[in-house]
Nanobody, 121 residues
Framework: QVQLVESGGGLVQAGGSLRLSCAAS????????MGWYRQAPGKQRELVAH???????NYADSAKGRFTISRDNAQNTVYLQMNSLKPEDTAVYYC???????????????WGQGTQVTVSS
């Protein structure tokens, strides 16, 4: 059983900061890329940031210069530091990991349950 559990969401004023964490646990043999996505009401889920096992990163244009993704491979954890938050960043943020469970030969994408981020103006 594999679980991704996010934490760190909440309510913040515009211009403020939040740090999201996502820990992967369970029967995991290896983790490839990890990332953060978000979904605002009435909109499709979109990529926010992505990080490889070698810590190469990729950001949505809306996140560049304000958000930083990082990971701790020893702890199977990925982080998203969000600064200079704007009301348009309000969404449910989801963690994603491409991983290989023990006993499987297939890499699959796993998702966390989501954490709400609300930015007030």
């Amino acid at each position: 059983q594999v679980q991704l559990v996010e934490s760190g969401g909440g309510l913040v004023q515009a211009g403020g900061s939040l740090r999201l964490s996502c820990a992967a646990s369970g029967s995991i043999l290896s983790i490839n890329a990890m990332g953060w996505y978000r979904q605002a009401p009435g909109k499709q889920r979109e990529l926010v940031a992505h990080i490889t096992t070698g810590s190469r990163t990729n950001y949505a244009d809306s996140a560049k210069g304000r958000f930083t993704i990082s990971r701790d491979n020893a702890q199977n954890t990925v982080y998203l530091q969000m600064n200079s938050l704007k009301p348009e960043d309000t969404a449910v943020y989801y963690c994603n990991a491409n991983l290989l469970p023990f006993g499987s030969t297939r890499w699959d994408d796993y998702w966390g349950q989501g954490t709400q981020v609300t930015v007030s103006s």
